[in-house]
């Protein structure tokens, strides 16, 4: 009787030796947070680490996210609350998972359980994570860092009522995610019907010495088109391409030659690459394009001794633009140079997108 008291005795002697120093581990590590001294309170940690129920000890791991998550070093708070998770609260945990996503119901947490102040701080650690992605970030991570982010939020918002915290971080995560996905790129068709002019030459040539004569040729008309564009809320790249129906005069710009034709058809096609910038004013998107004209015409020669050359071959140019959304429709108008020719290219252009 007396041996077993004796054993009793020492036990709770251990027992109450053990408390104490872990209380000691606990107060250090607290007052080094207070501070800001976040090393200093991993380093308390980190010298009773021959306390191998330390690892397993729910405050002191606890104290050890909070001073990794001070130090910025959130993927290592990550991993210890997901250690708390996996092992303290691993059935708990699986109950409040299976009682909120496959049943729909609000997870039931025991008094005193800190399961929920975990969850917040996973939702908060990754939401932070997320957050501090970029533009140039991978998507892939970009993607998990949200679905791990939301989800966490999801568990914390059902046993955490009426967190004012956590609406701020859905608020904030939503934003961020409604920003990621105005930069995706959208790809769409459009029509349009423009109206076109520009000024070139025709060459008239003697039929008995080659000598070249030009003549200013003026064109315009009508350009239907059809166009692929790809877009965000930042960029629009497009390529179209217009067919021209219309009509031109040439006239001679020598005194030793009179000539002049009006109403001579002419067909061909313009279009080509180019894109928009947006963001400029509302609905207002201005960009540039690299056109390619070419065109042919029905010119007579004044008379025999004269042959026609209308330089039809392909031209490319440079062209600045602007468009204006409106509500069904766009406004588009072109002013540019295609390369060897007389004059500006003009084009303005009511579209329609699908």
């Known amino acids: ?45 980190d010298d009773n680490e021959d306390d191998e129920n330390l690892e397993n000890d729910e405050r002191a791991l606890i104290l050890k996210a909070r001073a990794l998550e001070g130090q910025d070093e959130y ?3 990550i991993e210890v609350y997901q250690g708390l998770l996996k092992g303290k609260y691993s059935r708990l945990n699986r109950k409040t998972v299976q009682t909120l996503y496959q049943h729909g119901e609000k997870p039931i947490i025991p008094d005193g359980s800190k399961i929920g102040m975990v969850y917040y701080k ?66 769409s068709f459009y029509v349009y019907l423009s109206y076109i002019s520009w000024q070139d030459h025709v060459d008239l040539k003697e039929t008995s010495t080659g000598a070249s004569i030009a003549l ?27 067919y021209i129906s219309g009509k031109s005069t040439v006239s001679s710009t020598i005194s030793a030659l009179t000539h002049k034709q009006n ?20 609905n207002v998107s201005a960009g540039i394009q690299i056109p390619i004209l ?33 509500k069904y429709i766009s406004i588009a108008a072109k002013l540019g140079k295609i390369f060897k020719n007389k004059s500006s290219t003009f084009n303005i252009a009511t579209i329609y997108e699908f």
């Open 263 to 282: 109403g001579v058809p002419i067909s061909g096609f313009f279009g080509g690459p180019g894109v928009y910038w947006k963001g400029l004013a509302d």
């Open 216 to 242: 200013l040729n003026t064109s315009s008309g009508s350009c239907t088109g059809l166009g692929r564009k790809w877009e965000n809320s930042q960029y629009e790249f497009f390529f179209d391409a217009c």
């Open 294 to 326: 070419k065109r042919s015409g029905d010119w007579d020669p004044p008379n025999s001794s004269y042959t026609v050359d209308s330089n039809n071959d392909i031209k490319i140019g440079l062209s600045i633009q602007t468009k204006w959304k409106l």
């Open 122 to 187: 996973l939702a908060q650690l990754y939401s932070k994570k997320f957050l501090e992605t970029h533009e140039a970030t991978d998507k892939l991570t970009k993607n998990k860092l949200r679905k791990k982010a939301f989800a966490y939020l999801k568990v914390a918002k059902a046993v955490n009522e009426n967190s004012e915290s956590l609406e701020s971080i859905r608020d904030k995560l939503s934003e961020r995610r409604e920003y990621y996905r105005s930069l995706d790129y959208e790809a």
């Open 1 to 45: 009787m007396v041996l077993r008291t004796s054993i009793f005795l020492i036990i709770i002697f251990l027992f109450q030796d053990v408390y104490a120093s872990r209380k000691q581990v606990y107060r250090e590590m607290e007052d080094h947070i207070l501070k800001d001294q976040f090393e200093a309170a991993i380093d308390v940690f």
């Open 75 to 77: 993927d290592d708070a």
